[in-house]
């Protein structure tokens, strides 16, 4: 894509609100939107649109202000997330997963790493990528003197291909502890793939990943202290903030393709010649589906935007978090993970019912919608979602902390 038509945010004042950033990704979003589909068939790299991303300051959204950084709460950083995936549900699941790996110095490390690394990440605008993949339990951490070494392979490793630095994760040889560190993703040894061949999410680069013994001091692993872990509560409040990040650009995806469709269905689709009606628009049939599927998706959209509020009072006093709060917290997410999967879904999908058989050609790209949902929504299976629910609902049981869970 060329990003040379884009507005010239850097002679414009940074945003400063919530409204202010969620309408300069409304900008990013309108950019995207030009050759969306062509993208999404040519399936590149995404250097470009990553680039966007940074010019446009979303990728330090999250980051310290006194460094360059936004400032902003993960409600802003959710809603961000949701605009850019109207246009590219690719782009919007990159800078999502960006926002996770950014954060996750702060999830894991102590204070004197996380503030060392939010800080450089604000001033270098760094883009994140991550080589972690729960279900993958094949790359092993040694001790070398003062360093790390990690070796293995990682079957996804989301954005890392276009990012600045990769968050690495293996289980520290001969113990049960998970090691989290954060490396150039030049580094020596760490070689991306070209295999993500999937019929959804083309462009987020989440093919394999092989560490061919990436080394790393051991001060970088977060959280240790001395080669020992200190744990706290709001270590597990990775999941809940990840499946925030799916519900959002699902959603996201989900209104892209109502938009679209509903542009098409004004001025391409043609009334059925035995209706009655002259405009697609004056059918009845079709104002229902339109009218069903915007009330379904507000409804999710409300539902996902009081969850993330609910989560930011977490966040804000990090140290108060307990497993209670958690867990309650986690139920809520479970709950709207699972709605807004089916709401997607189901938008993607019944979209053509009012667009019409021409809708389906190659060109228009209506397809691309369904097929990010389809392929994403199958990370982990929702019916443990709604489980998760149901047995909070029944006999109060908090979800335990896992990594899907």
Do not use: C
């Not at 945010?9 to 400063?16: D, H, L, M, N, V």
């Not at 009845?284 to 998706?297: E, F, H, Q, R, S």
């Amino acid at each position: 894509m060329s990003t040379a038509t884009h507005p010239d945010w850097q002679t414009q004042p940074a945003p400063q609100t919530p409204e202010e950033w969620i309408g300069r990704a409304a900008e990013v979003a309108a950019v995207l939107a030009t050759d969306a589909a062509a993208r999404d068939r040519a399936g590149a790299t995404p250097y470009a649109e990553v680039q966007l991303l940074k010019d446009a300051g979303l990728v330090t959204l999250l980051g310290p202000v006194e460094h360059g950084g936004g400032g902003q709460p993960w409600p802003t950083a959710y809603r961000v997330v949701r605009e850019i995936a109207k246009a590219d549900g690719s782009i919007g699941q990159l800078l999502g997963y960006h926002y996770l790996w950014n954060w996750a110095a702060r999830l894991v490390g102590t204070r004197e790493q996380w503030e060392h690394v939010e800080a450089e990440a604000a001033r270098g605008r760094w883009f994140f990528g991550g080589a972690v993949n729960p279900r993958d339990r094949d790359v092993v951490v040694t001790e070398d003197g003062d360093d790390l070494v990690f070796t293995g392979r990682k079957s996804f490793s989301t954005g890392s291909k276009v990012s600045d630095v990769t968050v690495l994760e293996g289980v520290l040889e001969g113990t049960e502890q998970h090691v989290f560190a954060i490396v150039p993703s030049d580094s020596e040894g760490l070689t991306f793939h070209d295999d993500w061949d999937n019929i959804g999410q083309r462009l987020t680069e989440s093919g394999g990943v092989t560490l061919d013994g990436v080394r790393t001091p051991w001060s970088s692993a977060a959280g240790y202290v001395d080669k020992v872990f200190q744990p706290r509560v709001y270590n597990t409040l990775n999941v809940p903030t990840i499946q925030l990040v799916f519900v959002n650009f699902y959603l996201g995806i989900a209104a892209g393709a109502l938009e679209t469709a509903a542009a098409y269905t004004r001025t391409k689709s043609r009334s059925w010649l035995h209706g009655g009606h002259e405009r697609a628009v004056d059918e009845p049939y079709v104002i229902d589906v339109y009218g069903d599927l915007t009330a379904k998706l507000w409804a999710v959209e409300a539902l996902a935007d009081a969850v993330a509020a609910e989560g930011q009072t977490l966040h804000d006093d990090p140290d108060a978090v307990t497993a209670q709060a958690r867990g309650d917290f986690e139920v809520r997410v479970a709950a709207v993970k699972a709605r807004a999967t089916d709401v997607a879904l189901e938008v993607s999908n019944r979209i053509f019912e009012v667009t019409g058989a021409r809708s389906t050609a190659t060109g228009e790209g209506l397809d691309r919608f369904w097929r990010n949902v389809r392929t994403h929504t199958l990370h982990d299976p929702v019916a443990y979602k709604r489980r998760e629910v149901g047995r909070w609902v029944l006999d109060g049981e908090l979800p335990e902390p896992t990594w899907y869970s």
